[in-house]
């Protein structure tokens, strides 16, 4: 539509009437409406009456832009993964274990991307690589074998089989891919490793000690990981962890706790996530150096994500259009269980007299 042209009398009445449906699905207040066309509450209530005694069409291109912009966030799909410093050393140990191949240990603190990057290399590859989501449910050998026996696209018995039955149907799975060393070993990627069971532990060692398949294993988790495998519990799992952790020794990366994130890793995914939530301006450098030190302070490079995600809602709720300035970030940590760096006595959105603070943020 040329953006131009007069709009039609029919056309201004279809958009007020779509903003007036839109604020009562959403309980916007009339000031809320009222920021996003420039107008005083009480002239957005006449004009959603009908009783407005002057020209509309200026208020009715402020409402289609706004509900053109809400268009976009909605259809705009966020990115899941995106290549940061952390996703490129976990993939480099995916690699190493997998030509060795040997068992390898992913560990970092949490929220930065550990999950996303293995889900990613495991769809990459496809068949010869499975990715297990470990978790409380799968700390067992019996759900954790049926998990994988699933990944592997094989039938396993339905009626509650045994660990042992699950465990030769996944072990003739892995040894019919590996093919007696015709074939490059299977790969399986464990995530959150440190829920599992030391007999769960045990059987994946002992999918990779077996000559017919010799499966490459990947071990992600947070810093708990390293203290389990270190473990001596003899009541846990013969001889300890040792027989585990002496193989997972050939490929390994660690993500200290003191290690400062990365500006571009943070760049990265911000630009990424604001690409999901429609917003099509640049992040200013002050935004961008903000969410890397309240990534460091908390939550990781999914602080950053939860924070954009935040300010956009909050803006989305009163009718305007977020700038994801500093004072915007700030004012909405509480929501996401953090500390506000200043003091705001007014809120930052939509508020005329904040408008050259934002620019400048």
């Not at 009908?50 to 832009?65: A, H, L, P, Q, V």
């Not at 020794?249 to 630009?271: C, F, H, I, K, S």
């Amino acid at each position: 539509m040329d953006a131009t042209r007069p709009l039609t009398q029919q056309e201004c009445k279809a958009t007020v009437r779509e903003a007036r449906e839109v604020q009562a699905a959403e309980g916007l207040s009339n000031a809320a409406i009222a920021r996003v066309i420039g107008c005083s509450p009480a002239t957005w209530s006449q004009i959603k009456g009908g009783k407005y005694k002057g020209n509309t069409e200026d208020f009715c291109r402020e409402i289609r832009s706004w509900l053109g912009r809400r268009a976009v966030a909605n259809e705009t799909p966020p990115v899941q993964f995106v290549r940061t410093s952390v996703s490129d050393e976990i993939w480099d140990v995916c690699d190493r274990a997998w030509r060795a191949p040997t068992i390898a240990r992913v560990v970092t603190r949490s929220g930065m991307g550990k999950t996303c990057a293995l889900v990613e290399y495991a769809r990459k590859f496809g068949a010869g690589c499975a990715y297990v989501y470990a978790g409380q449910m799968m700390s067992s050998p019996g759900p954790l074998l049926a998990e994988l026996a699933r990944k592997l696209n094989v039938s396993a018995p339905a009626a509650n089989p045994i660990p042992a039955t699950l465990y030769r149907v996944v072990r003739e799975r892995l040894a019919g891919m590996y093919s007696g060393g015709a074939a490059a070993s299977p790969l399986i990627l464990i995530d959150e490793a440190t829920t599992l069971q030391a007999r769960a532990l045990n059987a994946l060692r002992n999918l990779h000690d077996e000559p017919s398949c010799r499966a490459a294993i990947v071990l992600a988790d947070t810093y708990r990981l390293e203290a389990e495998l270190k473990s001596r519990r003899r009541e846990a799992l013969a001889g300890g962890y040792e027989q585990l952790a002496s193989r997972s020794n050939g490929a390994v990366y660690r993500l200290g706790a003191d290690e400062p994130v990365v500006q571009a890793d943070v760049t990265a995914v911000a630009r990424s996530v604001l690409a999901g939530l429609g917003f099509s301006g640049r992040l200013s450098p002050r935004s961008a150096k903000f969410l890397r030190t309240i990534a460091e302070a908390d939550g990781g490079l999914r602080n950053v994500a939860n924070r954009l995600q935040v300010v956009c809602d909050v803006a989305r709720q009163i009718g305007c259009a977020p700038t994801y300035s500093v004072l915007e970030l700030d004012y909405v940590a509480p929501l996401v269980g953090a500390n506000c760096t200043q003091e705001h006595p007014d809120s930052p959105f939509g508020a005329p007299e904040a408008a050259a603070a934002r620019r400048a943020g």
